[in-house]
């Protein structure tokens, strides 16, 4: 099993930038793949991006591409989504999530990939 909390959101102006943190409870050398997901208010929760054990080939959703890094810290058990130039529509709560199984790299982007979330933090842009 494992454990995430996330830390890091908070309240930005449009074009400004963010690291947000997840820590985990065990070596993330151990994880098989890693993800940073979002929801909106309404809207069901996506992928942003993901990270294998071996940092190879991280993986991000059109909307983010050239904005958004994500990357790992495996001697501090850390995952690290950097944001840049956000936009009023990165707003959302950002969730860390975490699959301990092989990865099927085609459902990288799926929620079912993951069997364990942080709690979130809020990432709000204002314009």
């Known amino acids: 099993q494992v454990q995430l909390v996330e830390s890091g959101g908070g309240q930005v102006q449009a074009g400004d930038s963010l690291r947000l943190s997840c820590l985990a409870s065990?070596?993330?050398?151990?994880?098989?793949?890693m993800a940073w997901f979002r929801q909106s208010p309404g809207k069901e929760r996506e992928a942003v991006a993901v990270i294998r054990r071996d940092t190879s080939n991280p993986s991000y959703v059109e909307s983010v591409k050239g904005r958004f890094t994500i990357s790992k810290d495996n001697a501090k058990n850390t995952v690290y989504l950097q944001m840049e130039n956000l936009k009023p529509e990165d707003t959302a709560v950002y969730y860390c999530?975490?699959?301990?199984?092989?990865?099927?790299?085609?459902?990288?982007?799926?929620?079912?990939?993951?069997?364990?979330w942080g709690q979130g933090t809020q990432v709000t842009v204002s314009t």
């Open positions: 065990r070596s993330t050398s151990s994880i098989y793949t």
């Open positions: 999530g975490a699959s301990l199984r092989r990865t099927i790299w085609g459902a990288r982007f799926w929620t079912s990939t993951y069997d364990y």
